[in-house]
Nanobody, 116 residues
Framework: QVQLVESGGGLVQAGGSLRLSCAASGRTFSSYSMGWFRQAPGRERELVASMNWSGTMTYYANSVRGRFTISRDNAKNTVYLQMNNVKPEDAAVYYC?????????WGQGTQVTVSS
């Protein structure tokens, strides 16, 4: 059984930075494309960034391109999301999961709150 544990969220001022982490246990995720998703109140969960298994290909939603950077450390079964120049509209619960196909069990997520 795969367990995904997200961390690193918190309160950040608009224009500030946060680094989110997601640790996977129970399965080696090195062969999977991994993604960061977010869900704001009243909105559907959306994919904001993904990276293929080798780290050679990335995808970013238009809303975060140029501000967020996804990275991964397969040896640590961990994927990261560096969030720079955070905007109020980035406020949401952030989750990681496989970027395509049937999702693994969702973790609790990590809350990002942005003060303006």
């Amino acid at each position: 059984q795969v367990q995904l544990v997200e961390s690193g969220g918190g309160l950040v001022q608009a224009g500030g930075s946060l680094r989110l982490s997601c640790a996977a246990s129970g399965r080696t995720f090195s062969s999977y494309s991994m993604g960061w998703f977010r869900q704001a109140p009243g909105r559907e969960r959306e994919l904001v960034a993904s990276m293929n298994w080798s780290g050679t290909m990335t995808y970013y939603a238009n809303s975060v391109r140029g501000r967020f950077t996804i990275s991964r450390d397969n040896a640590k079964n961990t994927v990261y999301l560096q969030m720079n120049n955070v905007k109020p509209e980035d406020a949401a619960v952030y989750y990681c999961n496989v970027a395509s196909g049937a999702p693994w069990d969702w973790g609790q997520g990590t809350q990002v709150t942005v003060s303006s």
